[in-house]
């Protein structure tokens, strides 16, 4: 399989926990989104990495929460002190960079529950 | 502030017909036009995009048309089959934006019934 994959599928955590969630692009793709998705909403921009660059961030990041891509490939999202709002599905999306009008591939996301 | 809206939460629709998705747009900086489709536990496809420049794209059963003085864009699906059924998202962005600057619609959830 070559698309877009994220772990974990579920996450389930008590309100104050950390959680980690992981996104492994396209293999060929340089750029790496996350979004992130509430119930009967679109997807929402989160952040965005050229290669090992994270070139911007949504304001809707707060200090909570922070991305890395150390080697270009795979990315991590962590949330700190997670709240009941952070509950959503966090998505990643890889694209190549390479077109004048951007299409984006994602995984199937990451479902956190934070009780 | 919607600036991408989909005012039609769900659409029910007969096998073999046409499905027609429609999204309304306010930003006349919006420059081009995605919709994805996303299956319950997965991650959004992607289905087919316009540019302004064009009134009209068509990929197989699926054909986005924009209305850019409405600023209005729709999708049909004809025929339409079971395996249609999902929610389809529209997009927008501006001209030469990277997909941080695209806007996603609230989402139209399709049921196409035999």
């Known amino acids: 399989d070559t698309g877009v994959s994220q772990d974990p599928r579920h996450k389930i955590t008590k309100r104050g926990q950390n959680v980690t969630f992981r996104c492994d692009p396209i293999s060929e793709h340089n750029r790496l989104y996350w979004y992130r998705q509430t119930l009967g909403q679109g997807p929402e921009f989160l952040t965005y990495?050229?290669?090992?660059?994270?070139?911007?961030k949504s304001r809707l990041l707060s200090d909570r929460f922070s991305a890395e891509r150390p080697k270009g490939s795979f990315s991590t999202l962590e949330i700190q002190r997670t709240e009941q709002g952070d509950s959503a599905m966090y998505l990643c999306?890889?694209?190549?960079?390479?077109?004048?009008?951007?299409?984006?591939?994602f995984g199937s996301g990451t479902q956190l529950s934070v009780l | 502030d919607q600036q991408v809206k989909q005012n039609s939460p769900s659409l029910s629709v007969q096998e073999g017909r046409i499905s027609i998705l429609n999204c309304d747009y306010t930003n006349s900086m919006f420059d081009y036009f995605l919709w994805y489709k996303k299956y319950p536990a997965e991650g959004p496809t992607f289905l087919i995009s316009?540019?302004?420049?064009?009134d009209k794209n068509e990929d197989g059963r699926f054909t986005v048309f924009l209305n850019k003085s409405a600023k209005h864009l729709s999708l049909h699906i004809v025929p339409s089959q079971p395996g249609d059924s999902a929610v389809y998202f529209c997009?927008?962005?501006?001209?030469?934006?990277?997909?941080?600057?695209?806007?996603f619609g609230t989402g139209t959830r399709l049921q196409v019934t035999l």
């Open positions: 316009i540019s302004s420049i064009k």
């Open positions: 990495f050229q290669n090992e660059a994270q070139l911007e």
């Open positions: 997009a927008a962005g501006p001209r030469g934006g990277t997909a941080s600057k695209l806007t």
């Open positions: 999306a890889s694209s190549s960079g390479r077109e004048t009008n951007e299409k984006l591939f």
